[in-house]
């Protein structure tokens, strides 16, 4: 399904400098990267080494998530940052149950046979061996609750793409919040606060490719839906 | 209500590099930034000036948006590059509209008023004045409608790093949307498109600060909600 590098075609000749690849020798991390390196090439990581992440560097990450904007400057995220091998676990266990009892059936066929392998590997237990997950909440009690999303997935964004920026590998799950009373019981969440994301953050088992992603032309329009917005060239 | 600028609070010590303020004198482009500068010092901008930004400025942001992660690699997001200033305004008259019919009251009282200035500006027409007004859209035809906000709001955030990145003032706005099947109307968006956000690119009208933010140890727990992930120093 997905085509070519999008780099590729939303560039056009439009003078994109060339994307650095961000791989580092094993157990490095970088203090600086340049923003549009790290942005285009992100990619999900669902396969880790158990190194370690020191707490310094997960502090890292969650400031620039922090730094997200959000409604009103309301700053509803949550982030529990799960260590513990019995929390890990239990996540990793929720996490398969949902897949085997209905999500993986319900991919079937949507999706390429890679990713599917992918994804299949992470939802049974690639995702839940990170060294760290992050649980990502949003707390209603703060802002408006339909604005929750817009408020939070840019804080998850920012999280995904400064671990990438340090070299790490990570990678944006929602299928655990769908038992959300569940996963909010094992992390003690008051009333009011709702998970909606796990963030697996450590050090990828193997090197990831370009992302693939389909041209901006058919992702963007001139005015009104159905006008290009690039032109042919 | 926000607090202190979070870089500090966050940062505890732990070996940040200095955040360069990203201020580009007036018209200039910058090619290239550093992740963490940028992503530390995003700031909303709701008043612009009228100079104008170009097409292949505008594909740079966007192809960074679709660079975004979505659910099953799906790209439901969809962008209408609004430039047509008979548009730009019937935008701008129906968020005024939401605005005064309502919104500015439920916000009375919950924004400090340095921020609520801002907001009223922007919202009885400082946004819509922005030379392009990008309305984000989600795509429920290619991916799971739940998903929509996980899969579109990372995009959202690509696309306000990059102008940021490259010297450019953007801010997420969500008001417009509570009008969708007009905004829906005005952009002949086709059933299953909804509109999610509008978000202004132009250049800054006058210099922004740092965020402010929370410090993260209130908003970052270990293992449980109720532990801190930061102990106290």
């Not at 439009?14 to 285009?40: K, N």
């Not at 959000?70 to 700053?75: L, R, T």
């Not at 319900?106 to 649980?135: C, F, N, Q, W, Y």
């Amino acid at each position: 399904m997905p085509g070519p590098a999008g780099r590729r075609c939303g560039a056009q000749g439009s003078g994109w400098p060339a994307v650095r690849p961000i791989q580092r020798p094993a157990g490095t991390i970088a203090p600086v990267a340049e923003f549009f390196d790290v942005v285009l090439s992100q990619r999900a990581t669902r396969r880790f080494r158990p190194d370690e992440v020191d707490d310094a560097t997960v502090a890292k990450i969650l400031t620039a998530a922090t730094h997200a904007p959000s409604a009103e400057n309301s700053q509803p995220f949550v982030f529990i940052v799960v260590r513990d091998p019995v929390l890990r676990a239990a996540i990793g266990t929720l996490t398969a149950r949902l897949w085997e009892g209905g999500a993986r059936a319900l991919e079937t066929g949507r999706l390429s046979p890679a990713l599917m392998d992918e994804v299949d590997r992470g939802a049974r237990g690639g995702v839940a061996a990170a060294p760290v997950l992050v649980v990502v909440c949003g707390d209603g009690r703060v802002t408006f609750a339909p604005t929750l999303g817009a408020s939070v997935f840019p804080a998850v964004q920012n999280l995904l793409l400064a671990a990438h920026a340090l070299g790490l590998g990570s990678t944006l799950t929602t299928l655990p919040v769908l038992a959300g009373p569940e996963l909010s019981a094992l992390l003690d969440l008051p009333d009011g606060v709702e998970p909606l994301a796990v963030v697996p953050l450590g050090h990828a088992a193997t090197p990831l490719g370009p992302p693939r992603r389909r041209p901006l032309a058919e992702k963007a329009h001139r005015d009104r839906y159905g006008v290009p917005f690039l032109p042919e060239q």
